[in-house]
């Protein structure tokens, strides 16, 4: 039972470049989301999805782009990496969007570096 | 705009003792609050979630309360243990058309010593 993954878990990369960080997920979970957690801000959300082809802006979305063509996937990329996007990301899934009782399962983070 | 406050930032306790933890939340039109632990390097393990029509959950040696109309939450660790130490994460469901996000608080940083 994998759950959810991240790939990669640690990347440097340089301003300017584009950057695709993978999430896959094994539950065929509905809803996939995106946050970035730094110091001093906590856990951001950035992008989430609610089905393949439908996902929508979360808090600082900015500099980001997602795609779900699958359930199961949920990438994101950053177009351009600038400095401060340097974070540890994290991808997320949950069963269904709107319950009292629904939680959300994350997967282990990716930490990236843009220098 | 929902914001939670989670207090203290740290705290440093020896083996034993028993703590509270405490979450605010501003806006009181949830569904519901979630306590998530998570350990350095680690991603985030859901603890205990509690309904906005409940008023505590319990797992263990754990014990989250919510006073909804109040915007108070509090995780409650008895008898603690150095296998505790973990930054602690509250965070409450929001949202409509159909589906619900999360907030976070910036965490409480635990310790206890053995």
């Known amino acids: 039972d994998a759950g959810i993954t991240q790939s990669p878990r640690y990347k440097i990369t340089e301003t300017g470049r584009q950057v695709t960080l993978m999430c896959h997920q094994t539950w065929s979970h509905s809803y996939m989301f995106w946050y970035r957690q730094d110091l001093g801000h906590g856990l951001r959300l950035i992008y989430y999805s609610a089905a393949a082809d439908i996902t929508d802006k979360g808090e600082v979305p900015d500099g980001y782009v997602v795609s779900r063509s699958k359930t199961e996937n949920f990438p994101l990329t950053l177009e351009s990496a600038t400095r401060s996007q340097t974070s540890v990301y994290f991808c997320?899934?949950?069963?269904?969007?709107?319950?009292?009782?629904?939680?959300?399962?994350f997967g282990p983070g990716t930490r990236l570096t843009v220098l | 705009k929902q914001e939670v406050t989670q207090i203290p930032a740290a705290l440093s306790v020896p083996e034993g003792e028993n703590l509270v933890l405490n979450c605010s939340f501003t806006d009181s039109a949830i569904y519901n609050l979630q306590w998530f632990r998570q350990d350095p390097g680690k991603g985030l393990t859901s603890l205990l979630l509690i309904q906005s029509s409940q008023r505590e959950q319990t797992s263990g040696r754990l014990n989250a309360s919510l006073d909804k109309s109040s915007g108070r939450s509090t995780l409650y660790i008895a008898a603690s243990q150095p296998g505790d130490s973990a930054t602690y994460l509250c965070?409450?469901?929001?949202?409509?058309?159909?589906?619900?996000?999360?907030?976070f608080g910036k965490g409480t940083m635990l310790l206890v010593s053995p």
């Open positions: 965070a409450v469901s929001e949202g409509d058309s159909g589906y619900s996000t999360l907030t």
């Open positions: 997320a899934s949950s069963p269904a969007g709107t319950s009292a009782v629904d939680t959300q399962y």
